[in-house]
């Protein structure tokens, strides 16, 4: 906890968010998903997509970029398959939504698929895929994004930093979540850089002329860098055709930068893939194996005595519920905007 840090209760984080989002215009649907959402990554550790968020969202909303009073619309193509159009509302109300209506298809039917066109960045998947999970759904997921790295081999911005959740539900809440971009740093985390002073890692971006850059500032100006090479390369080609080609929304250049354009929509697409497990293989059965798998994950000898072996969102739940409990700790400067915000 840094000095400048002062901790606050989850319920009050969220009341101020939303009352932030409110203020701007957003609709009380809006404010609700969006102050759901961001708090849950906020408590979850992920700071980049969490309630520092909320001021941008709300300049969006005053520009007009994000219509606020939007409410997305459920288009059903088939028992389960569906699209939303969003309307260009705020992100992660068009997400939500879009949950809600998978998890209704995949109960229906096992399995169902959802995507979402005229959306806007929608937070942290991690978020969703415990919702999904606590529902007792297997998810998979993934939201494209304005433009950040080249494909490999490239020397222009094509492609977003495209994240891709895998989840998969587990007993008394210990889900595995893996949330994951396609660079070897999210772009947030170079801009927390670039405020704290501080230089970034050999190996996060290169500068606008493709050089590797140690610089926050010459690294935003420039391009991330995917991890894995052609690896992450292809991963973040793969999401934009599940969350943008294949539901109608905008993909690789044609998605707007939400940070320089705050008056233009951006037309983001998301996707949600969901598959009811006790439908697949049988409730106690699938709780039997996923218990089993857990349990060889973390009988694996640690490398380091001091470090043991952590499944994926491991980390991140153990977080949320000492978060719910003790209260999280934001920087003075952005509680103090978010009270400004909502007042």
């Known amino acids: 906890m840094a000095s400048d840090d002062r901790k606050i209760d989850a319920a009050e984080l969220k009341r101020l968010c939303h009352g932030a989002l409110a203020a701007a215009g957003a609709s009380a649907a809006g404010a609700a998903a969006c102050a759901r959402i961001l708090v849950d990554a906020e408590l979850m550790g992920l700071a980049t997509h969490g309630?520092?968020?909320?001021?941008?969202?709300?300049?969006?909303?005053?520009?007009?970029?994000?219509?606020?009073?939007?409410?997305?619309?459920?288009?059903?193509?088939?028992?389960?398959?569906?699209?939303?159009?969003?309307?260009?509302?705020?992100?992660?109300l068009v997400g939500t939504y879009a949950l809600e209506a998978a998890i209704g298809l995949a109960r229906d039917s096992g399995i169902a698929y959802v995507g979402c066109r005229a959306s806007n960045h929608f937070g942290a998947i991690?978020?969703?895929?415990?919702?999904a999970c606590d529902a007792g759904l297997a998810m998979l997921a993934g939201t494209n994004a304005s433009t950040t790295m080249?494909?490999?081999g490239g020397a222009a911005l094509r492609l977003g930093n495209n994240p891709l959740a895998i989840a998969a539900p587990g007993a008394d809440g210990a889900h595995f979540i893996l949330d994951m971009a396609m660079s070897v740093a999210a772009r947030g985390k170079i801009r927390a850089a670039l405020q704290a002073g501080h230089p970034i890692p050999e190996g996060w971006a290169a500068d606008e002329r493709g050089r590797p850059t140690t610089d926050p500032a010459a690294a935003l100006t420039g391009f991330l860098l995917p991890f894995g090479a052609h690896k992450g390369s292809g991963l973040s080609m793969a999401v934009d055709i599940l969350a943008g080609v294949l539901p109608g929304a905008h993909f690789l250049t044609d998605v707007v930068t939400w940070v320089d354009n705050a008056t233009q929509a951006q037309g983001v697409g998301?996707?949600?893939l969901l598959v009811d497990p006790a439908r697949l293989l049988g409730r106690e059965a699938y709780g039997a194996a996923m218990a089993r798998f857990r349990q060889?994950?973390?009988?694996?000898?640690?490398?380091?005595?001091?470090?043991?072996?952590?499944?994926?969102?491991?980390?991140?739940?153990?977080?949320?519920?000492?978060?719910?409990e003790e209260g999280v700790s934001l920087p003075a400067a952005l509680l103090a905007a978010l009270e400004e915000l909502s007042s």
Do not use: M
Not at 55 to 74: E, N, Q, T
Not at 302 to 324: C, I, K, S, T
């Open 296 to 324: 060889l994950i973390k009988d694996t000898p640690a490398a380091d005595p001091a470090q043991p072996v952590l499944l994926p969102g491991e980390r991140e739940l153990a977080r949320r519920a000492r978060a719910l």
């Open 270 to 272: 998301h996707f949600f």
């Open 126 to 131: 991690a978020p969703y895929a415990r919702e």
């Open 150 to 152: 080249p494909p490999w």
């Open 51 to 92: 309630a520092v968020r909320v001021p941008d969202y709300a300049r969006r909303l005053r520009s007009g970029g994000i219509d606020a009073r939007a409410l997305p619309v459920l288009e059903r193509r088939a028992p389960s398959l569906a699209l939303v159009d969003g309307r260009n509302a705020l992100g992660p």
